[in-house]
C-alpha cells in the first residue's frame, strides 16, 4: 500500500520486521572505527545488479516515496477535514491493511523471502517453479480473502467503527469499505511480486510503484477539492458520487502501483505461468515457520480494533480522532524510519552472523552500540516534536478543511507521541535481536502482555479523562506498552545471550537526558520571544519553527559534545567529512 494510511496508522506494530527503507546509513562500524558511509540493499545474487546502484535506486526512491506518501496525508485532510468524514475515510482504509496484514504481512517478511532465497540458490530452474507456485496460491487465497472481506465490511465497521457512533458515520465506513477492501487482493499480490524481483536483485520497481499509488491518491483529492471543495461536512452529506470517488480513486491507486510491476517480471525473466500443484510449495513447513508470526500480527490487530473503536467514538464527539492521530504516528514513524530503521537494516546482517556463529559478546556490543545511537540521535527530534508541536502542526497540516481546532488537536497528540519515539525504536533493537538468534517464537508471547498492558491502558485513559484527550491518552498508552516491551524484551535477551551492558547505556541516556532537557527549555524560551500564540498564522508557525528547531538542534549537539555524548560527536564527525568533500 506504498505509504498508505494502515502502515503509518499501524506502522510495525512492536516486533514486526519493517521493511528497509534503503536510506542512508549511519555505518555501525562507524561508531569504533574511521568514518565511513555505507546503505542497505537486499541480498545480491551473484550477477545480478549492482549493490551500490541499488542502494542508491532504493534511497532516491525511498525518499521521494516518503515525500508523496506525506503530500498524500496533506491531500487527504485538506479535503475532508479531521471529522466525520475524515475519519470514516482513515477508518475504512484500514480494513484492507489490516486484513492484508493479518494473512500475509508479517509472513511474508519472516518466511516466504527467506524462503525465495533459498529455492532460488538451491534448485535447477532457480526457484522459477516454487515462485510461480506461489502466485497461483496466491491469487486465488488473495481473492477470496477480499470477497469474504467486503461480504463482512459491516462486522468490520461494527469493530472498528464502533456502535457507539451513528448510523450515519457507520454507514459511511461501509460504503467506502465496499470500494476499498479489494483493496487486499492487489496490496498482497503486489508485495509477493515485489518479494520474487528482490530475489532476482530488481529493486527500482518494487521502490518506485508506491510512489505511483500515491500520486493517483493525490489526484484524487485534487479532484474531490475541484469538484466539491475543501469543506467539512457531516457523513449524510456524502453523496455516492463523492463516495465513488474517494474509494474508487484510492483502489485504483493499489491497482497502478500492482500493474506497474508487470513488467519488471518480464524483465528479469520470469513468466508468470499458473501452476496448481500446491503440495510442492511445502505448506506444512510453511505453516510451522510462519505459525508464531501469525500468532504475534492477530494480537496485533486486537490492539488495533481496540483503539480504533476508541478512537471513533471520540471522533464522534468532534474530538481529534482517526485521522489525526494518524498523522501524528506518520510523523513519529519518519523519524523512526529516517533513523532507527537505518540502523537496524545495518545490525540485522552483523548480529545474525555473529549469533550464527555463537558470539553472543558481539550480538551484545551491536546491540548496546545500536540502542545508545537509537537514543542520542532520535532525543532531539523528539525533543521538537515535543516543543513545536503546534507550529509542526500548523505548517504541516492548516490547509483546506483541515482547521485551526484540527492542528491544536494534532499538537496535543504529537507532544504526547514524542514520548513514545525512542521506546518505540529501542523496542524494535531489542525484538531485532531475538530475529537474529533466530527466534519468532519469543517476539510473539512477549507481544500477548504488551498489546495487554496497552489495551488496559488505553482503556483506563478513556475512561479517566474526557474525549478531547482520548487520541493523546492513546498514543500514551503506545508509549507505556513501549517500554514495557523494552523490560520484557531485555530480560528475556539476559538469559539468552548474557548481560547486555546496562551500565553503558545507563550512562549514555542520563547525558542524552540531560542535553535534551536542557535543549527543550532553550525552544520553550525561544518561543516565549518569538511572534505568535497558541493558534498562531501560518507565517508566525514557520518562523517559530525554523528559529525554534535551529535552536533546539545546535543547543543539543552543543551539550552532547560538551557532556563528551560519543555518539553525537561521532556523528558531527562523519557530518563533517561529507561537508567537506
Known amino acids: 500500500m506504498g505509504d498508505g494510511l494502515y502502515r503509518s496508522a499501524n506502522a510495525m506494530p512492536h516486533g514486526v520486521p519493517p521493511p528497509a527503507d534503503g536510506a542512508t546509513l549511519i555505518s555501525i562500524e562507524s561508531l569504533d572505527q574511521p568514518m565511513v558511509e555505507t546503505t542497505a540493499s537486499a541480498p545480491e545474487p551473484p550477477g545480478e545488479g549492482n549493490a551500490a546502484g541499488n542502494s542508491a535506486v532504493m534511497a532516491i526512491g525511498s525518499l521521494v516515496s516518503r515525500g508523496t506518501g506525506f503530500l498524500r496525508t496533506v491531500a487527504l485532510g485538506s479535503a475532508l477535514g479531521s471529522l466525520a468524514v475524515g475519519n470514516a475515510y482513515t477508518t475504512a482504509q484500514i480494513f484492507p491493511g489490516m486484513v492484508y496484514e493479518f494473512l500475509l504481512g508479517g509472513i511474508l517478511t519472516s518466511v516466504l523471502i527467506p524462503v525465495l532465497v533459498r529455492r532460488r540458490k538451491a534448485d535447477p530452474d532457480q526457484g522459477q517453479a516454487y515462485a510461480q507456485r506461489l502466485l497461483t496460491l496466491a ?50 499480490l503486489s508485495a509477493l511480486i515485489s518479494a520474487v524481483l528482490n530475489v532476482r536483485g530488481h529493486f527500482a520497481a518494487p521502490m518506485w510503484t508506491p510512489i505511483l499509488n500515491n500520486l493517483v491518491v493525490i489526484a484524487t483529492f485534487g479532484i474531490y477539492i475541484a469538484v466539491f471543495g475543501a469543506k467539512v461536512i457531516p457523513a449524510d452529506e456524502m453523496t455516492p458520487g463523492r463516495i465513488a470517488l474517494l474509494g474508487g480513486g484510492t483502489l485504483l491507486g493499489v491497482v497502478v502501483q500492482a500493474a506497474g510491476l508487470v513488467p519488471a517480471l518480464r524483465k528479469v525473466g520470469f513468466r508468470w505461468r499458473w501452476r496448481f500443484d500446491f503440495r510442492a510449495l511445502g505448506l506444512r513447513e510453511l505453516a ?143 525484538t531485532f535481536a531475538f530475529y537474529a538468534l533466530p527466534d519468532t517464537k519469543t517476539p510473539a508471547l512477549i507481544n500477548i502482555p504488551v498489546v495487554g498492558i496497552r489495551i488496559v491502558v488505553q482503556i483506563g485513559l478513556f475512561a479517566a479523562f474526557s474525549a478531547s484527550f482520548a487520541a493523546a491518552g492513546l498514543m500514551l498508552g503506545n508509549a507505556v506498552s513501549y517500554l514495557a516491551a523494552v523490560v520484557i524484551t531485555a530480560m528475556l535477551l539476559r538469559r539468552r545471550i548474557g548481560r547486555l551492558g546496562l551500565g553503558e547505556i545507563t550512562k549514555t541516556l542520563g547525558k542524552v537526558l540531560v542535553a535534551a532537557l ?59 567529512q561529507k561537508v567537506g568533500r
Open 518 to 576: 536542557a535543549s527543550a527549555l532553550v525552544g520553550w524560551l525561544a518561543l516565549q520571544l518569538l511572534p505568535g500564540d497558541s493558534t498562531p498564522s501560518r507565517l508566525e508557525a514557520i518562523i517559530r519553527l525554523i528559529v525554534g528547531g535551529g535552536l533546539i538542534g545546535a543547543s543539543y549537539v552543543g551539550l552532547a559534545m560538551l557532556l563528551r555524548i560519543s555518539e553525537i560527536s561521532e556523528v558531527v564527525q562523519l557530518v563533517r
Open 288 to 430: 510451522r515457520l510462519g505459525g508464531w508470526m501469525f500468532c504475534y500480527v492477530a494480537v496485533s490487530q486486537i490492539g488495533l480494533a481496540v483503539l480504533f473503536n476508541l478512537l471513533n467514538r471520540a471522533g464522534d464527539a468532534d474530538e481529534a480522532g482517526p485521522l489525526i492521530y494518524n498523522n501524528v504516528f506518520l510523523l513519529v514513524m519518519m523519524a523512526h524510519g529516517i533513523v532507527a530503521v537505518s540502523i537496524l537494516t545495518a545490525l540485522m546482517p552483523r548480529m545474525s552472523a555473529a549469533a550464527a556463529e555463537g558470539r553472543y559478546a558481539d550480538v551484545v556490543a551491536d546491540l548496546s552500540r545500536g540502542t545508545r545511537v537509537v537514543t542520542a540521535v532520535l532525543a532531539p527530534i523528539a525533543v521538537c516534536y515535543a516543543v513545536l508541536a503546534n507550529p509542526i502542526a500548523v505548517v504541516l497540516f492548516r490547509y483546506g478543511a483541515f482547521s485551526a481546532k484540527s492542528a491544536t488537536a494534532t499538537s496535543v497528540v504529537l507532544l504526547v507521541g514524542a514520548l513514545a519515539l525512542i521506546p518505540f525504536a529501542v523496542s524494535q533493537l531489542f
Open 139 to 188: 491469487v486465488f487465497a488473495l481473492g477470496v480473502a477480499a470477497v469474504i472481506a467486503v461480504v463482512l465490511a459491516p462486522v468490520l465497521t461494527a469493530l472498528y467503527g464502533s456502535d457507539q457512533t451513528s448510523e450515519d458515520f457507520q454507514r459511511l465506513v461501509t460504503l467506502l469499505s465496499y470500494l476499498m477492501l479489494p483493496m487486499i487482493f492487489f496490496t498482497g
